[in-house]
């Protein structure tokens, strides 16, 4: 499929780029619609860090991150209260950590599937982590942190994340992508 030299799959231009930015928080708002308090961030995240430069991957992550609480707050009526306003907070701090742990993964000398994966798995101990420890001072229901809640929000994410790969490698190979400096894939 793809070599190890292909990680990042970086676009071409930058505003391919950015429309890849735009699609991360557009997936955000698609997705915050759909799995309200389940937004796939560790996807959103570990898709970013793998596809755009650092601080594009950033960016997206905190565009999708804003996106996620204007449909919540505006959209699906997440109550106004403090501890609603706390958890947003909360999930923003694991959708950053969960970045920073895709992006450290990121440097592992393995093949493209094994860092992908092993970006992703970073991304979402981070991301539970985060939020676990978040349960420490904010109000969370007793079963929130069960077997069967984290295997729903792992397979949620690992849905998505493969979505996300997959849109990329498409409009990746149509536009064309840069692999070791040079330009590939492009289209005529």
Not at 129 to 135: K, Q
């Given at each position: 499929?793809?070599?190890?030299d ?26 915050s619609?759909v ?15 793998v ?14 991150w ?11 009526g997440y ?8 958890w947003?907070?909360?999930?923003g701090?694991?959708?950053?950590a ?17 860092t992908?994966?092993?970006?992703f ?7 539970e ?7 420490a ?20 994410n ?6 996300l ?6 409009a ?7 692999v070791?400096?040079r330009?590939?894939?492009q289209a005529?």
């Open positions: 499929m793809f070599a190890r292909q990680l990042p799959l970086r676009p071409v231009a930058a505003g391919f780029a950015a429309l890849w930015v735009a699609v991360i928080a557009g997936a955000s708002v698609g997705l619609l799995f309200a308090c389940v937004t796939p961030f560790v996807a959103l995240a570990a898709v970013s860090a596809v755009l430069p650092r601080r594009m991957a950033v960016t997206a992550v905190l565009l999708a804003l996106a996620n609480q204007l449909v919540g707050y505006l959209v699906l109550p106004q209260t403090w501890d609603s306003h706390a947003g907070l909360a999930i701090i694991a959708a950053f969960s970045l920073a742990a895709a992006l450290a993964a990121l440097r592992l000398r393995a093949d493209l599937t094994l992908m994966a092993g970006a798995l970073a991304g979402f101990v981070a991301y982590g985060v939020l676990y420890a978040a349960t001072v904010l109000p969370s229901g007793e079963g929130a942190f069960s077997l069967s809640v984290v295997a729903e929000v792992l397979a949620i690992a849905l998505a994340a493969a979505g790969i997959c849109l990329h490698v498409a990746a190979v149509g536009r064309g992508f840069v070791g400096g330009m590939v894939g005529r």
